[in-house]
């Protein structure tokens, strides 16, 4: 068998690849392996039985892999707290608030409907390791794993929905104070918890997922008169032409309705992104570097550093270093970001996809906590959206996926080492070059940056027809 985890769980197409007999050998694999700790560590925590707590997005398949998962870990002695429809980072802070051992999320995030996936999170909410999961995957190739009464018996089932609120209630008291927006607020700091959005009006595009009826209740319960779009799940139409990956409905209904501005979550809503009142996209590396700046200016920014990935914009590099603000770079993945920021105890990191790790409050990416805290610094700093965007100047950033071709002789070619050497050297200090090989398919993906659009297009152009000669 290849490894079934991916860097963001197991994903495939419901019913194909992604089975409700796997959903109930992973979830019985994995309550042994919880099992086998705790005895080898004579834990006593959660009494006699562990503990899960299973949520999942929308979708139907979510349905039966629900009921698979439920099954196996209750069929393991594992007693499971059924969440029901609820975001991703909603379950990894209910693990580690709740106590759970486990934490299963059911979603495939920005994918379109037929695909499902598998997210597990350890006790304290955080993504089980790899070599967790290694284990889950040898346990699951064991020929004849017994069944029968679990030793401790069998796992109890509860529903409990209403832990949502629990979420909510955190992600409120996570706001800064705020100075305020235009007349409608006193310019004085408030209380972490209270209306900090007071006076703005906010568009926030769903995707017809898991945060279609949380997101729009934590912007109005912070103050915002809120719009919902995209906040009508039908199990089919999730991430269909809606959400953070498509923003062309979210800049028409804000400028439509006279907003300040937009926030897009895709499926499981672990992502942000926003438009200012005038449509205009503002990315990950935007916002993350509002926020970074933000947590500085508060005296909260651990060692005045923030973790980006090796696609963030020139222009959030750029800005971080006028601001005094180190980058620690990582592979592409929020994964990868949050080792950096565990092993450097940094606080704050994410992606130009709109992943955003604050770790004072989250343990994994969390759009509904990075929307409130953008719009809340906003109103802080009493401005628009775009001035607030305008912290750094996006550089034009062109990407070529070149399909198809051998990446091991890509990587060890001199000659695309000199033609990349000589882009770089053409740009200078007004531009950058990436080229790095794709971790999910036979490609290399070429990026260029440079200060007009035409330039970054040419030389990234002339990278991808060297990487396709080698072939």
């Known amino acids: ?48 039985r562990l503990v899960a707590v299973v949520g999942r997005d929308p979708r139907a398949s979510g349905e039966f ?24 980072p909603a379950v990894a802070y209910l693990t580690a608030a709740l106590g759970a051992d486990l934490g299963v999320m059911l979603s495939a995030s920005h994918n379109p ?22 284990e889950i995957e040898a346990r699951m190739a064991l020929p ?16 409990a929905v209403g832990e949502r609120e629990r979420y909510l209630t955190h992600l409120l008291a996570s706001q800064p104070g705020t100075r305020g927006l235009g007349a409608a607020h006193v310019a004085s700091a408030m209380p972490p918890g209270t209306a900090t959005l007071t006076g703005m009006r906010v ?43 498509h923003l062309d409905a979210l800049s028409a209904a804000v400028t439509k309705h006279g907003a300040d501005a937009g926030i897009a979550h895709d499926g499981d809503a672990d992502r942000c992104l926003a438009v200012d009142a005038t449509g205009e996209i503002i990315d990950g590396d935007q916002i993350l570097a509002v ?44 994964r990868y970001v949050l080792e950096a920021m565990q092993a450097g105890h ?31 610094a906003a109103a802080r700093q009493g401005i628009a959206m775009a001035d607030l965007a305008r912290v750094m100047t996006r550089y034009p950033q062109v990407l070529v996926n070149v399909a198809g071709v051998d990446k091991e002789r890509a990587a060890r070619s001199p000659e695309l080492a000199a033609a990349v050497a ?20 036979p490609a290399v993906r070429v990026m260029v940056e440079a200060t007009d659009h035409e330039h970054a297009q040419r030389l990234a152009d002339g990278l991808a027809a060297t990487i396709r000669s080698l072939s």
Do not use: Y
Request: charged share 20%; aromatic share 2%; hydrophobic share 45%.
């Open 1 to 48: 068998m290849g490894r079934l985890f991916g860097t963001d769980g197991v994903r495939g197409v419901a019913g194909e690849e992604l089975t409700s007999q796997l959903a109930i050998d992973l979830a019985t694999a994995a309550a042994g392996m919880l099992q086998d700790m705790r005895a080898a560590t004579a834990s006593k925590s959660n009494g006699g």
């Open 65 to 88: 892999l629900e009921a698979a998962v439920v099954a196996g870990l209750a069929g393991a002695g594992v007693d499971v707290l059924r969440l029901g429809v609820i975001p991703t």
């Open 113 to 134: 409907a037929p695909d499902n996936g598998i997210k597990l999170f350890a006790r304290g909410g955080f993504k089980l390791p790899d070599a967790a999961e290694d």
């Open 144 to 159: 004849g794993r017994t069944g029968g009464l679990p030793v401790s018996g069998f796992g109890r089932v509860r529903d």
């Open 203 to 245: 568009v926030v595009d769903c995707a017809h997922g898991a945060a279609s009826v949380l997101a729009p209740e934590l912007l109005r319960r912070a103050g915002a008169e809120v719009i919902a779009i995209g906040a009508e799940p039908n199990g089919e139409n999730i991430n269909a032409d809606c959400g953070s990956t």
């Open 291 to 334: 926020l970074a700046l933000e947590l500085k200016a508060r005296g909260l920014l651990a060692g005045d550093t923030v973790v980006a990935t090796v696609m963030s914009n020139l222009g959030f590099r750029k800005a971080m270093a006028k601001a005094g603000i180190t980058v620690v770079e990582t592979a592409v993945g929020d």
């Open 346 to 376: 940094f606080v704050i990191g994410g992606e130009q996809s709109g992943h955003i790790i604050m770790l004072d409050h989250a343990t994994t990416g969390d759009g509904m906590l990075t929307a409130l805290h953008l719009l809340a």
């Open 422 to 441: 000589a882009a770089q050297a053409e740009l200078g200090a007004a531009g950058r070059v990436l080229v790095r090989p794709s971790g999910t398919e």
